[in-house]
DNA sequence: TAAATTATATTATCATTGTTCATTTAGTTT
DNA sequence: AAACTAAATGAACAATGATAATATAATTTA
């Protein structure tokens, strides 16, 4: 029975699929490798060459579960606001918060470049479009409000992906501002800034 | 004589910094290892643990030195602008042209992290500290005249060094905007909103 | 049910890279 | 020339990614 096998298959796929998350959570990017994944996943290392082409394309199924994961949290921590600037702030925040919490997660997406070959092109711009998603709806609102401007709009967006993807760059691969609530507190001024920029009479 | 001695080992450390800095600027970051660089310096793998502590460390003198290179060429494409605004915005597009220039350089800054022991964190800081150098003059320069308010300074000056890593972040490593042009006009305007931002009546 | 076949998991093995150490080679002093 | 010192090197090991041949388990067929 054909289906059988698929259901299966898949499992183990998702046994692999876990411990890569587990450790990509845990120890970060550097202490995923065939073998320690394969162990943690219940199966020898040569295994792991059964169910996936190589250990790249392990760690990027992570990915897409990894922006789900985020996106969940991110809905979670910004519903009891209205759409508009401040559910934007709080949205900012929690995507933060979450690469904060998880830095090889974060290492994961922005800085481990999508591997040489083709494989990491879509990936790529999946993880770009993926910050975007994350404001768009309360950009979209406040542009339809006349908050912000349609000039301004794709502006605030760049700012803010780009300015999202600098902090956490100097925060985690750098340890600069060396503490969290001194990040913290410079997240929020940035917020601000950006916002500053783009919206009309605050 | 102590001195010839002297002279001789910082002309061989020479030779591998050398070595290491044409493999950054050409490969990048993963085509250094010890045998290629060694080779390309004319000297046999182990002969470059007789001069660095490890690779590490052979890595990481090329940051300082890519440093220099960079303020140099930085200095050069502003020279001819007035300090203030059009200066701090040629000295901003020269910085991201050099680091577009050399993708590997970018990647050795930003990206990779000061790898684990107490010898990355000056290093990490210094990084940091770099950026801000480069806009400093003109920044100074405009809060002198009164163009930015001396609450602005810090924020500008913290706009300018979060999007420009970010832009970095997205074009080197995720080849997105894909075409250098549109990548140049994403540049132009994320630098003149973060000082839309700050500065009086532009 | 036993044999044959297929699918799955594993061990043995190789390639690459960083690193160390003992040995060789070259240079210097006596 | 012999003894000594310093520099350069090759042999070797550990960690990691990957492959392929073999062993094991499951399934099918006679």
Redesign the interface.
């Known amino acids: 029975m054909v289906k059988n096998k698929e259901l299966q298959e898949s499992r183990i796929r998702g046994y692999f699929i876990e411990a890569a998350k587990e450790t990509l959570k845990g120890e970060g990017l550097k202490a995923v490798n065939v073998r320690t994944v394969s162990e943690r996943a219940g199966y020898s290392f040569a295994t792991l060459y059964n169910y996936f082409k190589d250990l790249n394309e392990l760690v990027f199924i992570c990915v897409s579960d990894f922006m789900d994961d985020c996106e969940t949290s991110v809905d979670e921590h910004s519903a009891r606001f209205n759409p508009g600037q401040e559910r934007l702030k709080a949205r900012m925040k929690a995507t933060i918060n979450y690469f904060i919490q998880y830095p090889g997660i974060f290492?994961l997406f922005?800085?481990e470049?999508?591997n040489d070959l083709g494989s990491g092109?879509p990936t790529?711009?999946t993880?770009?479009e993926f910050t975007d998603r994350i404001v768009m709806d309360d950009i979209r609102h406040m542009t339809g409000s006349g908050e912000v401007s349609s000039e301004d709009e794709g502006?605030l967006k760049?700012?803010l992906?780009?300015?999202?993807?600098?902090?956490l760059?100097?925060y985690n691969?750098?340890?600069?501002p060396s503490d969290y609530e001194e990040f913290i507190s410079?997240v929020e001024?940035?917020i601000d800034?950006?916002l500053?920029?783009c919206v009309k009479h605050t």
């Open positions: 290492e922005f800085v470049r999508m092109q790529a711009r993880i770009y502006l760049m700012n992906r780009n300015s999202m993807a600098g902090l760059l100097f691969n750098r340890l600069q410079i001024k940035q800034l950006s500053r920029l």
